[in-house]
């Protein structure tokens, strides 16, 4: 889940040229967090901390990095774990990896762009210049950045949809699809790790499947794949 370049530089021995990559310190920093807040969560489940300690940080860095592994049936964790676990399906890995999710370096982006546009708002007059990876982002790159979620938000209120129209309930419908569109692999309620997707309708399965492409392969790619101007002949 961490970018191939990062890989590439700690080879070659450029520690401080990874060090300094702002998005490995966000991808870093959410691992970080999650894993404190369902320490602290899940602290009643547990006699044993080195165990929990052990499922907690294996079930996270698993779903973040869309590995799809468990240790443990996180459905018996408390809501508050299970919203966590949801949100890290939608995070992903970093730029530049086999990840699926949005992308750190996408919802990074899209935060600041956020936070400048109500700084912006409350002073007209103050310029907020925004930056990621010690580099000015454009216009043009927050615009590409807004559209991807737009039209990631779209396919996924698409595939919500179908998917619950014979779900039990909306926790298993919404889990199901951010854990199959984002590659995560098992998802919550019957969807989780003691459960499988087997008692899906065949709509449900192939609506799933073409999701599990799209957010394997990114979607612009694919958009751009079935564009009647891809193949045109010139």
């Known amino acids: 889940a961490v970018n191939f370049s990062l890989y590439y530089a700690l080879f070659n021995r450029k520690i401080k040229e990874v060090l300094r990559s702002e998005e490995l310190r966000w991808y870093l920093g959410i691992i970080a967090l999650a894993v404190a807040v369902l320490l602290i ?9 080195f165990i929990q300690l052990r499922d907690v940080f294996f079930t996270v860095t698993s779903i973040i990095s869309t590995t799809g592994y468990t240790v443990t049936d996180f459905n018996t964790w408390p809501l508050l774990s299970h919203i966590i676990l949801l949100c890290l399906m939608f995070v992903g890995g970093m730029a530049g990896s086999t990840a699926g999710g949005i992308k750190v370096s996408r919802i990074v982006i899209y935060v600041k762009s956020a936070i400048a546009e109500v700084r912006s708002s409350l002073n007209p007059n103050r310029r907020v210049a925004l930056s990621f990876e010690s580099k000015t982002v454009s216009r043009q790159l927050k615009s590409q950045v807004s559209n991807y979620l737009s039209i990631y938000i779209l396919i996924f209120v698409v ?15 919404f889990s199901a699809v951010a854990a199959t569109f984002n ?52």
């Open 41 to 49: 969560n899940t602290r009643g489940l547990y006699s044993d901390f």
């Open 159 to 173: 595939l919500l949809l179908i998917v619950s129209l014979n779900t039990p309930n909306f926790e298993a419908a």
């Open 183 to 234: 590659n995560v692999g098992p998802a919550l309620d019957v969807f989780g790790p003691s459960g499988n997707f087997g008692i899906m309708s065949v709509l449900s399965k192939v609506a799933l499947s073409i999701g599990m492409i799209m957010g394997r392969l990114e979607i612009i790619p694919i958009l751009i794949l079935f564009s009647p101007k891809t193949w045109r002949r010139t």
